[in-house]
Nanobody, 117 residues
């Protein structure tokens, strides 16, 4: 089992910044892709950013150039630095860990990000 705990959400004005953190524990050796997704009520999860164990990074077009994903292997933590926030970035943000060889997805509990003046 893998446990993922997010932190860092909150209320921010348009144009502001936030940094989300996701601390992983448990059988993290099985995880080969980690990332962030977001969801608004009535819509499916939307991929935000991912990073593989080999360091390959990907972003959705909607956040490219504004968000940065990173990982600290020593702390078993991944981050999402969000800048230039827009009201349409408002969502619950979820940390995801994928164990591809086992076909398992692990999810955190989510953290609310609200962009509003």
């Amino acid at each position: 089992q893998v446990q993922l705990v997010e932190s860092g959400g909150g209320l921010v004005q348009p144009g502001g910044s936030l940094r989300l953190s996701c601390a992983a524990s448990g059988s993290i050796f099985s995880i080969d892709v980690v990332g962030w997704y977001r969801q608004v009520p009535g819509k499916q999860h939307e991929l935000v950013a991912t990073v593989t164990s080999g360091g390959t990074i990907g972003y959705s077009d909607s956040v490219k150039g504004r968000f940065t994903i990173s990982r600290d292997n020593a702390k078993n933590t991944i981050y999402l630095q969000m800048s230039g926030l827009k009201p349409e970035d408002t969502a619950v943000y979820y940390c995801n860990g994928r164990a591809t060889r086992f076909g398992i997805d692990y999810w955190g509990q989510g953290t609310q990000v609200t962009v509003s003046s």
